[in-house]
């Protein structure tokens, strides 16, 4: 099978239509809400392609290290559909605009948009006992973290800092039967505590 029909974010092939059956009806995508341009992130694939390099990895490295509430801009030279069941079952929503043929602009946002962790002002944080991960370029320090959770099976609290924070982050972490609760926001750093949920031993 060739590699662009295996390709999460390669056009999908072409459906023939069938004479006398009604196609599914498709829901209609949701419209792009006005939202702060401070909140969204830039990412251009379209050399990628050009190059013949699949950017999956720089996508889904991106959408990790989205701070909760921005919002994901796409620019491909096509409407990256398969992505959108993709990032659907982390909870994005998404919406496209094409601009020529070869232009397209896609936003993927959270569905409930969640606000920013509150900071905090009077208080510094407790970096003494965190795990510091700040200076890692992602998806570092989600490799780091998984390394550290799953290769002590008697680990059940973790405090780490970290350069940000994405829900992303949050449901790999469930999948391996932690949970993450962002306690302060300070500048670029999150100071987040990790717990494992009870019952979970397996170490996955």
Do not use: C
Not at 50 to 76: D, K, M, N, Y
Not at 84 to 113: I, K, N, Q, T, Y
């Amino acid at each position: 099978m060739a590699a662009a029909e295996t390709s999460v974010t390669s056009p999908s092939p072409r459906r023939r239509h069938v004479q006398g059956v009604t196609p599914p009806q498709r829901p209609t995508p949701p419209t792009l809400p006005a939202f702060d341009p401070s909140l969204v992130v830039d990412l251009d694939v379209r050399d990628d392609f050009r190059a013949g390099r699949e950017p999956l990895t720089r996508i889904l490295a991106v959408v990790h290290s989205l701070p909760s509430g921005s919002v994901l801009h796409l620019r491909a030279p096509f409407q990256p559909t398969p992505l959108f069941s993709v990032l659907g079952r982390l909870g994005f929503e998404h919406h496209s605009e094409r601009f020529a043929d070869d232009d397209w602009s896609s936003w993927f946002w959270r569905g409930d948009l969640a606000p920013p962790a509150p900071l905090m002002e009077d208080l510094p944080l407790p970096t003494d006992d965190a795990w510091d991960l700040r200076d890692l370029p992602a998806p570092e320090p989600l490799h780091r973290l998984i390394e550290r959770i799953t290769g002590d099976s008697t680990l059940s609290k973790l405090n780490v800092l970290l350069p940000a924070y994405s829900d992303l982050l949050s449901s790999i972490l469930t999948e391996h039967g932690w949970r993450i609760d962002v306690v302060a926001t300070s500048g670029t750093t999150v100071y987040a505590q990790l717990t494992r949920q009870i019952g979970d031993r397996s170490g996955r």
